[in-house]
Structure formats: C-alpha cells, structure tokens
Nanobody, 123 residues
C-alpha cells in the first residue's frame, strides 16, 4: 500500500502564491503523479499531472500560473501556484498510478490518493 501525504495548503489573499508538496515512500519504476482539486459542491478536477518521463500537463485554467514538478526521494511531487484567485479555492489531492512513464498512457484511474490539503483564496 502506498501512502501519500500532502502539505502546504493555506489561506492566502488574491494574487498570492503557495507551494504544495506530496510526500510518499520512494517510488521505483514508471509512474504518473498528479494534483487534483475539489471545491464544495463541485466535481473533482484534474489540475496537473507529470510522469516519470517528466512531461507535465495542465488544465487550461491554471496554465501559466501553476507549475508541477518532480522532487526526489520521499517528496516526489510539488505544485507551485502563483496568481491565486478565489476559483482556486479547494481541497487539493495528490495522486499516483504506477506502471507507465507517461501520463498519456495506461489506464486513466489513479490508484493511490492522499487525504488532501486545503487551499483558500480570499480578498
């Protein structure tokens, strides 16, 4: 069983920045990791993904503002969020699926999920 733990969520003002981190055991082999978010009353949304091949993907609403990156060791994933606005307020989740180096390959479902970290953006 792979456990994921998110951190870095906070309350910030419009235009602020945050960096989210995802901690887990050392991941070996090919994988795809991603950040998802869910606001109250809304469906879960894929925000950004990155595979072990290093190629990132972003939802249109965060392009140019958010950057997903790979870390090392037990912190393999980050999400740098800039120019935050109230529409970014949500619980943010880290997710992982194994076996494919590209997030464009393999089954779409992520098998492992963290508990989430809350991001709140207000004026």
């Amino acid at each position: 069983q792979v456990q994921l733990t998110e951190s870095g969520g906070d309350s910030v003002q419009i235009g602020g920045s945050l960096t989210l981190s995802c901690t887990t055991v050392n991941i070996l082999g090919r994988y795809c990791m991603g950040w998802f978010r869910q606001a109250p009353g809304k469906e879960r949304e894929e925000v950004a993904t990155i595979g072990s091949d290093g190629r990132p993907n972003y939802v249109d609403s965060v392009k140019g503002r958010f950057t997903i990156s790979k870390g090392n060791g037990k912190t393999p994933l980050f999400l740098q969020m800039n120019s935050l606005n109230p529409e970014d307020s949500a619980m943010y989740y880290c997710a992982l699926r194994l076996g494919y180096a590209s997030c464009d390959s393999g089954p779409p479902d992520f098998k492992y999920w963290g508990q989430g970290t809350q991001v709140t953006v207000s004026s």
